[in-house]
């Protein structure tokens, strides 16, 4: 899989246009949900991962190491967004449109969800980052140290205080036990 993966790398630094919408693929609803969580916005996410999209194949002969493709794809949706988020200076909060992904779930448990989501929304943007990475993306601590290019320590402070930020905001039972669960599965 990961010779495959590193190959489709390979054709799309030499043009293919195909072997890069492969690679792609599989990433856009992670990409997509990265973005949104930045701007709050679906059209404005789309746009983002658009741009992103773009700047990635305008720029995937620059990138050195193949196996980190979908870290330097998940950077650059990063980037797109903090620089689209500066050019519209707005604070925007919508609530998340996946509700009809709730289907079956009882009304305070949505509850739950959107005061999470909007709590996490609210936090500092560092803080944001490394939630949404690790809890929502689920990737390792070294891999968001990989995307962010900072120290696996930094990442490490940055969970933990924004999982304080998240439990001064909700007070409540039901985000310590989210924590809580979170943090045994990981």
């Known amino acids: 899989m990961v010779t495959k993966h590193i190959n489709l790398v390979q054709l799309a630094q030499e043009g293919d ?29 789309v746009d983002i991962l ?5 700047r990635a194949y305008e720029g995937i002969q620059r990138l ?3 196996q980190y493709f979908t870290t330097w794809m998940t950077r650059i949706v990063i980037n797109c967004s903090k620089t689209y988020i500066a050019k519209k200076k707005r604070e925007d909060m919508i609530e998340p449109a996946e509700l009809d992904l709730l289907e079956g779930t009882s009304a305070s448990h949505i509850e739950e969800e959107l005061d999470l989501w909007q709590a996490l929304c609210g936090l500092e ?15 390792s601590v070294k891999q968001i140290s990989a995307i962010l290019e900072c120290p696996e320590g930094t990442v ?6 924004g999982l304080q930020a998240l439990r001064q905001q909700l007070k409540g039972a039901y985000i310590d036990e989210w ?6 599965s990981h």
Do not use: C, W
Not at 125 to 139: A, C, G, I, P, S
């Open 179 to 184: 924590v809580q669960s979170v943090e045994d």
């Open 156 to 161: 490490k402070t940055h969970i933990r205080r």
């Open 64 to 66: 050195k190491e193949q």
């Open 50 to 54: 658009q741009q992103s999209m773009i």
């Open 17 to 45: 246009e195909e072997a890069f919408y492969e690679l792609i693929e599989p990433l856009q609803g992670q990409l997509y949900r990265i973005a949104f969580v930045y701007v709050q916005n679906e059209n404005d996410a």
């Open 125 to 139: 943007e560092r803080y944001k980052t490394v939630l949404l990475l690790r809890f929502y993306q689920d990737y």
